[in-house]
């Protein structure tokens, strides 16, 4: 009898967990091709194939379904980011590969920022991470007086940025191969500077 229940719980827990997935991964899809405030909970919901009320089970209410979305995408983004530490070849490819991935969505988040606190919210979050990304990354190459650190860490940001991606590969049209090659010799010219 133990064993059957124990199943039982832990079979219902998956669950309900596959469903929270769903509809995290819903909204997320949601965000990167419309408007935030143009997103109703009924889209999300049919979206992850669920009803309103299941998704409110899950989050309570909108702000807090945008809360754990954000925390999904925060965890999204860093494994589509994890880079060795050091590798300047790895890291660039790492960070074009997520632009590919999700460049659009972000640079829509970035439109709206300004109209939305919401949206602000995420994409100051995103700024953080990124920063914090280019600083792990890049450390054992990055020089050690803060002030000449801190430069370096914010010329790397600014080469690795979804701007820099969206420069050449939209405004300028070049291909992933190219766009990857342009930031690499820029994040090389910054370290052998």
Do not use: C
């Not at 039982?8 to 819903?26: G, N, S, Y």
């Not at 909108?62 to 995408?73: D, F, N, P």
């Not at 969206?166 to 994040?187: F, I, Q, S, Y």
């Amino acid at each position: 009898m133990k064993t059957t229940r124990r199943y039982t719980m832990t079979a219902r827990a998956e669950a309900v967990e596959r469903t929270r997935a769903r509809i995290l991964e819903a909204a997320m899809t949601l965000a990167e091709s419309r408007m935030v405030s143009q997103i109703s909970l009924d889209d999300i919901a049919a979206g992850s194939g669920v009803s309103v009320q299941t998704l409110l089970r899950h989050f309570g209410n909108r702000a807090g379904l945008i809360e754990a979305v954000r925390q999904h995408a925060l965890g999204v983004v860093a494994e589509e980011r994890r880079t060795p530490v050091g590798d300047v070849d790895a890291a660039v490819r790492a960070v074009l590969r997520h632009y590919e991935r999700r460049g659009d969505g972000v640079l829509l988040m970035l439109a709206q920022e300004h109209v939305d606190p919401a949206t602000r919210a995420v994409t100051d979050i995103g700024r953080a991470f990124h920063r914090s990304w280019v600083e792990e990354v890049f450390d054992p190459l990055l020089p050690k007086p803060a002030t000449e650190r801190e430069v370096m860490v914010d010329l790397l940001a600014v080469a690795t940025d979804v701007y820099t991606w969206k420069l050449l590969r939209r405004d300028r049209g070049l291909n992933p191969a190219a766009t990857e090659h342009r930031v690499g010799a820029l994040v090389s010219a910054l370290l052998d500077a």
